[in-house]
């Protein structure tokens, strides 16, 4: 008896160690007027490794707004958002640390270099294994406005906070530290948390942790909240809270995810329905609560729902609702209990809430299609996209980056990924490979050892290493090229089915793995379209040839239930009637669509076009082979017919691209476009270009904007004489080799382009530099500078034209590479179309071309907002005419950078133009209506 008793009490002394090891305490006093946080708090951590530690390191991200050079500052800008750089300093959050002590004595500390919401303390005694340390910290954290993340002060005073208290940083043989990113990614030991929130009245507090009590005092109240084996806490202060509570017993649902209008009794089944299938998978949720947070749907929204109008709704109400709280209960309920590094381990719970998340469309929803309800509207279901699934979705997404030589291995550090990789592609790809791994395994037995997994391991410190010996204990079947192959590299799955020979009563099959991996493939044998023999074959290092019964099959399939990422699945069929079913249908297609490999694809698409003022409306029929994931051999053939011109124009282009992976050098591209237009009034021009065009990237970090590449390019043009033109009329015809070496490095903050171009023609050769700089200072003042030189080798060009010279305000682009509308306009409203190439001067100034040489510098800077002023200037030199110096200056209204800008001339070597008359004919514009163009803003900030 007193043996059982003494087990009892060393087992619950254990039990209270283990869950006991850290504790944070903390009173937070809320100064609504001033938006800060006064905090009073003690942290106690235990050193769980076996060395000892002079050194501990803290969190304080709340620290990471306070200057625009943070990680997180420098993160925001990087994919070109500037409300953080342009921010006042009011609205910009910071913490201020008064005293850190440890038994009442002052702590010597620091925030780090380069890493201010890092600290470094030192402690007073050697902190030894097993060991606690205890200190006590005074501190006022200043709230940011909510614009920047999310979280933060909300325009209508509201709290809604994350990362807003000092943590401990985890030392497990190394430290575990790294700074706010905007990825939601702390990484924290568990600890019991005691939060004491004083606010005044007229809030309303919210929060996963357990109240344990409510003192309500005369203009103020004061809540003491508490939690144990807790990773992070949200807090939300509301003036007019919108969570709602959905609970049973023990559990309770909260959320304020925007529930589609849907009614209470609609919502409390869909969250049993929900919860259920969690539990079910993952068992019974360790803390009291679940808070699910419009915030956290906006930072990981349903992909492809977001992006639709809310008029447009193709999914049922129930199916969108579930699906989104779907998504982010798997995800908080993982984030909250799956104790892994989120910044380096994070596609271990991305890929677990996929896989589940494609686990219950399947179980509950096998038949929504991926265009839902549209996919049954006439004109729309004989796309192939309507055929699509719901979850096929996610292998379409992830491809668009893959077919573009965009991904990334999924083991690579959360910040180290581009944004759509971060949020979209590396997310599928690991719900998808989870499902590739298990239609491998077979017998379900990755999906029992995942849910066994998170059972075991629930609040527990783990490892995506350990993930992978827990998989490879439950299955006999090699699966190294999953964590090898699959997770760590960027190798393409690619594989075709060579050759074939049939019997009677068997078939030999040679199949060909085009890529450099060792990843299975499925081979499937059918009847018309029912299966009959199922197959993986493994190892395949180059081609591999076997046998398998007939079984009255009459076509082979690779990856036929389209499981596996393969990048290519045009070539994974062979038919067994003969020779001629080998060959693919031709399928013509109106507008674009999701590839169909079975076919042969051609699209057509009507067009309606605004080219130039002699053309005017154009329409015509383009008909071409790109589908919505892109292709390496492309073609496109528009014909059209121009309204105001009455003539047959268009264009026609066929190229080839490839991909070169683990290289510098990663985009090769080569073909030929030709056109035909108007270049004047009743004048036409035809080109023909050959090129080839070599791009490079810093391979070991894409998410640089440093881009090189390097064109060549002949351009062969005929043109109609223009015996009216005396700058043209003298050589209608000419072909010119063009090569040209371009260097950018596109970024928000400091934006630097140059680039050398080499010309020759049969009359000339020229030379030209060309150098933009572009500064966004902390003061919100923008500097743009740019130079441009250029000098011919070679001139013997008819002296009266300048037709190939170096124009000061508006280029002749014989080349025809400028949007011009009105090219050859010498007065309105087209003449003054400005294109910021050569000269760049913006007043048409007495000497506007160079035939000899031209140096010029351009610059503008910040008066207010988006108005700047400018001025260039340059030197010209003609033939027999001495240098001559030319300047201009006025104001740049830039609307949209690059896209829509409006220059005013106000003094230039004409004098104050802003007196003359005409004026309004000297004002210039720079406006875009590419639809190309307009894309890059979008992808700028995604790619």
Request: proline residues 3%; neutral net charge; aromatic residues 14%.
């Given at each position: 008896?007193?043996?059982?008793?003494?087990?009892?009490?060393?087992?619950a002394?254990?039990?209270?160690?283990?869950?006991?090891?850290?504790k944070?305490d903390?009173?937070?006093?809320?100064?609504?007027?001033?938006?800060?946080?006064?905090?009073?708090?003690?942290?106690?951590y235990?050193?769980?490794?076996?060395?000892?530690?002079k050194?501990?390191?803290?969190?304080?991200?709340?620290?990471?707004?306070s200057?625009?050079?943070?990680?997180?500052?420098?993160?925001?800008?990087?994919?070109?958002?500037?409300?953080?750089?342009?921010?006042?300093?009011?609205?910009?959050?910071?913490?201020v640390?008064?005293?850190?002590?440890?038994?009442n004595?002052?702590?010597?500390?620091?925030?780090?270099?380069?890493q201010?919401?890092?600290?470094?303390?030192?402690?007073?005694?050697?902190?030894?294994?097993?060991?606690?340390?205890?200190?006590?910290?005074e501190y006022?954290?200043?709230?940011?406005?909510?614009?920047?993340?999310?979280?933060?002060?909300?325009?209508?005073?509201?709290?809604?906070?994350?990362?807003?208290?000092?943590?401990?940083?985890?030392y497990?043989?190394?430290?575990?530290?790294?700074s706010?990113?905007?990825?939601?990614?702390?990484?924290?030991?568990?600890?019991?948390?005691?939060?004491?929130?004083?606010y005044?009245?007229?809030?309303?507090?919210?929060s996963?942790l357990?109240?344990?009590?409510?003192?309500?005092k005369?203009?103020k109240?004061?809540?003491?909240?508490?939690?144990?084996?807790?990773?992070?806490?949200?807090?939300?202060?509301?003036?007019?809270s919108?969570?709602?509570?959905i609970?049973?017993?023990?559990?309770?649902?909260?959320?304020?995810?925007?529930?589609?209008?849907?009614?209470?009794?609609d919502?409390?089944?869909?969250t049993?329905?929900?919860?259920?299938f969690?539990?079910?998978?993952?068992?019974?949720?360790?803390?009291?609560?679940?808070l699910?947070?419009?915030?956290?749907?906006?930072?990981?929204?349903?992909?492809?729902?977001?992006?639709?109008?809310?008029?447009?709704?193709?999914y049922?109400?129930?199916f969108?609702?579930?699906?989104?709280?779907?998504?982010?209960?798997?995800?908080?309920?993982?984030e909250?209990?799956?104790?892994?590094?989120?910044?380096?381990?994070?596609?271990?719970?991305?890929?677990?809430?996929?896989?589940?998340?494609?686990?219950y469309v399947d179980?509950?929803?096998?038949n929504?299609?991926?265009?839902?309800?549209?996919?049954?509207?006439?004109?729309?279901?004989?796309?192939?996209?309507?055929?699509?699934?719901?979850?096929?979705?996610?292998?379409?997404?992830f491809?668009?980056?893959?077919?573009?030589?965009?991904?990334?291995?999924?083991t690579?550090?959360?910040?180290?990924?581009?944004?759509?990789?971060?949020?979209?592609?590396?997310k599928?790809?690991?719900?998808?490979?989870?499902k590739?791994?298990?239609d491998?395994?077979?017998?379900?037995?990755?999906?029992?050892?995942?849910?066994?997994?998170?059972?075991?391991?629930?609040?527990?410190?783990?490892?995506?290493e350990?993930f992978?010996?827990?998989?490879?204990?439950?299955?006999?079947?090699?699966?190294?090229?999953f964590?090898?192959?699959?997770?760590?590299?960027?190798?393409?799955?690619d594989f075709?089915?060579?050759?074939?020979?049939?019997?009677?009563?068997?078939?030999?099959?040679?199949?060909?793995?085009?890529r450099n991996?060792?990843?299975?493939?499925?081979?499937?044998?059918?009847?018309?379209?029912?299966?009959?023999?199922?197959?993986?074959?493994?190892?395949?290092?180059?081609?591999k040839?076997?046998?398998?019964p007939?079984?009255?099959?009459?076509?082979?399939v690779?990856?036929?239930?389209?499981?596996?990422?393969?990048?290519?699945?045009?070539?994974?069929?062979?038919?067994?009637?003969?020779?001629?079913?080998?060959n693919?249908?031709?399928?013509?297609?109106?507008?674009?669509?999701?590839e169909?490999?079975?076919?042969n694809?051609?699209f057509?698409?009507?067009?309606?076009?605004?080219?130039?003022?002699?053309?005017?409306?154009?329409?015509?029929?383009?008909?071409y082979n790109?589908?919505?994931?892109?292709?390496?051999?492309?073609?496109?053939?528009?014909?059209?017919y121009?309204?105001?011109?009455?003539?047959l124009?268009g264009s026609?282009?066929?190229?080839?691209?490839?991909?070169?992976e683990?290289?510098?050098?990663?985009?090769?591209?080569y073909?030929?476009?030709?056109?035909?237009?108007?270049?004047?009034?009743?004048?036409?021009?035809?080109?023909?270009?050959?090129?080839?065009?070599?791009?490079?990237?810093?391979?070991?970090d894409?998410?640089?904007?440093?881009?090189?590449?390097?064109?060549?390019?002949?351009?062969?043009?005929?043109?109609?004489?223009?015996?009216?033109?005396?700058?043209?009329?003298?050589?209608?015809?000419?072909?010119?080799?063009?090569?040209?070496?371009?260097?950018?490095?596109?970024?928000?903050?400091?934006?630097?382009?140059?680039?050398?171009d080499?010309?020759?023609?049969?009359k000339?050769?020229?030379?030209s530099?060309?150098?933009?700089?572009?500064?966004?200072?902390?003061?919100?003042?923008?500097?743009?500078?740019?130079?441009?030189?250029g000098?011919?080798?070679?001139n013997?060009?008819?002296?009266?034209?300048?037709?190939?010279?170096?124009?000061?305000?508006?280029?002749?682009?014989?080349?025809?590479?400028?949007?011009?509308?009105?090219?050859?306009?010498?007065?309105?409203?087209?003449?003054?179309?400005?294109?910021?190439?050569?000269?760049?001067?913006?007043s048409k100034?007495?000497?506007?071309?160079?035939?000899?040489?031209?140096?010029?510098?351009?610059?503008?800077?910040?008066?207010?907002?988006?108005?700047?002023?400018?001025?260039?200037?340059?030197?010209?030199?003609?033939?027999?005419?001495?240098?001559k110096?030319?300047?201009?200056?006025?104001?740049?209204?830039?609307?949209?950078?690059?896209?829509?800008?409006?220059?005013?001339?106000?003094?230039?070597?004409?004098?104050?133009?802003?007196?003359?008359?005409?004026?309004?004919?000297?004002?210039?514009?720079?406006?875009?209506?590419?639809?190309q163009?307009?894309?890059?803003?979008?992808r700028?900030?995604?790619?």
């Amino acid at each position: 008896m007193k043996f059982r008793l003494l087990s009892s009490v060393l087992f619950a002394l254990i039990c209270f160690k283990n869950f006991s090891q850290n504790k944070i305490d903390l009173k937070g006093v809320f100064d609504i007027e001033n938006k800060q946080i006064k905090i009073s708090q003690t942290i106690e951590y235990q050193n769980t490794s076996q060395d000892e530690l002079k050194t501990i390191y803290l969190n304080d991200w709340a620290n990471s707004f306070s200057t625009k050079k943070t990680p997180l500052a420098i993160r925001i800008a990087d994919e070109y958002i500037n409300d953080f750089h342009l921010a006042k300093s009011e609205d910009r959050g910071f913490s201020v640390i008064t005293s850190i002590k440890q038994n009442n004595e002052d702590l010597v500390f620091k925030g780090l270099k380069n890493q201010s919401d890092i600290i470094e303390v030192e402690l007073n005694e050697t902190l030894k294994p097993n060991e606690s340390y205890t200190i006590h910290l005074e501190y006022i954290v200043q709230v940011p406005n909510a614009k920047f993340t999310n979280y933060g002060i909300t325009e209508n005073g509201d709290y809604n906070l994350r990362y807003w208290y000092i943590t401990p940083a985890i030392y497990n043989g190394e430290w575990q530290y790294y700074s706010n990113k905007n990825l939601d990614d702390l990484f924290i030991p568990k600890a019991d948390i005691t939060l004491e929130i004083e606010y005044p009245n007229g809030y309303v507090i919210t929060s996963e942790l357990d109240i344990n009590n409510v003192s309500q005092k005369e203009d103020k109240q004061i809540v003491k909240l508490e939690g144990k084996d807790r990773i992070n806490t949200k807090l939300f202060l509301k003036k007019n809270s919108d969570f709602k509570t959905i609970q049973d017993k023990h559990f309770s649902l909260i959320s304020n995810i925007n529930d589609e209008g849907l009614e209470v009794l609609d919502k409390v089944l869909i969250t049993e329905k929900i919860t259920k299938f969690i539990f079910d998978n993952f068992g019974e949720y360790p803390h009291k609560k679940l808070l699910l947070t419009q915030i956290d749907y906006d930072k990981d929204p349903i992909y492809g729902l977001n992006f639709l109008p809310s008029f447009i709704q193709p999914y049922p109400d129930n199916f969108q609702y579930e699906l989104k709280l779907l998504k982010i209960a798997l995800h908080n309920y993982l984030e909250n209990t799956l104790l892994i590094n989120p910044r380096k381990e994070q596609w271990l719970l991305d890929g677990i809430q996929i896989y589940y998340l494609m686990n219950y469309v399947d179980e509950h929803y096998p038949n929504m299609k991926f265009l839902g309800s549209i996919s049954d509207l006439w004109g729309v279901r004989s796309f192939h996209a309507a055929d699509m699934k719901f979850n096929d979705k996610y292998l379409l997404a992830f491809m668009l980056m893959a077919r573009t030589n965009r991904d990334q291995p999924l083991t690579m550090q959360k910040d180290s990924l581009l944004k759509f990789n971060k949020n979209i592609a590396n997310k599928y790809k690991a719900g998808i490979g989870l499902k590739y791994l298990d239609d491998f395994v077979n017998s379900d037995i990755v999906e029992n050892s995942i849910e066994t997994f998170l059972i075991e391991n629930k609040l527990k410190p783990t490892s995506t290493e350990k993930f992978e010996n827990y998989i490879k204990s439950k299955t006999n079947k090699n699966i190294d090229w999953f964590f090898e192959d699959y997770l760590k590299t960027r190798k393409k799955i690619d594989f075709k089915i060579k050759k074939v020979k049939k019997t009677e009563d068997s078939i030999t099959v040679t199949i060909k793995n085009k890529r450099n991996n060792s990843m299975p493939i499925s081979l499937y044998s059918l009847n018309n379209d029912s299966i009959v023999s199922k197959t993986w074959v493994e190892n395949i290092s180059d081609s591999k040839t076997l046998t398998i019964p007939r079984n009255d099959a009459n076509k082979l399939v690779l990856n036929y239930n389209s499981v596996i990422p393969e990048i290519n699945a045009r070539d994974n069929w062979k038919s067994l009637k003969g020779f001629f079913f080998n060959n693919k249908p031709l399928q013509l297609r109106l507008f674009k669509d999701i590839e169909d490999p079975n076919y042969n694809q051609v699209f057509f698409m009507p067009i309606a076009e605004f080219n130039n003022i002699y053309d005017g409306f154009t329409l015509g029929l383009r008909a071409y082979n790109k589908t919505v994931l892109r292709k390496l051999f492309n073609y496109k053939i528009e014909p059209q017919y121009a309204l105001k011109s009455k003539s047959l124009t268009g264009s026609a282009s066929v190229s080839k691209t490839h991909y070169l992976e683990n290289s510098n050098l990663y985009f090769i591209n080569y073909g030929i476009v030709g056109g035909y237009t108007s270049y004047a009034e009743d004048l036409f021009v035809r080109i023909i270009t050959p090129s080839l065009t070599l791009s490079f990237r810093e391979d070991d970090d894409f998410r640089s904007n440093k881009r090189e590449s390097l064109l060549f390019r002949y351009i062969d043009i005929k043109r109609d004489e223009d015996v009216n033109n005396i700058l043209t009329n003298n050589q209608p015809n000419y072909s010119i080799f063009n090569a040209r070496y371009i260097h950018s490095n596109d970024n928000l903050i400091n934006f630097n382009k140059w680039y050398t171009d080499f010309q020759i023609g049969e009359k000339f050769s020229k030379f030209s530099f060309n150098y933009e700089y572009r500064k966004l200072f902390e003061s919100n003042r923008q500097l743009n500078i740019r130079v441009f030189a250029g000098t011919f080798l070679k001139n013997n060009s008819d002296p009266t034209s300048n037709y190939f010279s170096f124009a000061l305000d508006r280029p002749t682009d014989y080349l025809f590479d400028y949007s011009y509308l009105g090219r050859s306009e010498s007065t309105g409203i087209f003449s003054q179309q400005y294109i910021d190439a050569e000269g760049g001067f913006k007043s048409k100034l007495e000497t506007p071309y160079a035939n000899q040489w031209i140096t010029t510098f351009n610059t503008s800077t910040t008066l207010w907002k988006y108005v700047l002023a400018y001025g260039d200037i340059g030197l010209l030199k003609n033939k027999f005419e001495t240098p001559k110096f030319v300047y201009d200056s006025g104001i740049r209204i830039n609307l949209v950078t690059d896209y829509f800008e409006i220059y005013l001339p106000v003094y230039s070597n004409l004098g104050w133009e802003i007196g003359q008359t005409n004026y309004e004919q000297k004002i210039r514009f720079k406006f875009t209506v590419d639809p190309q163009a307009l894309l890059g803003l979008f992808r700028r900030r995604w790619y």
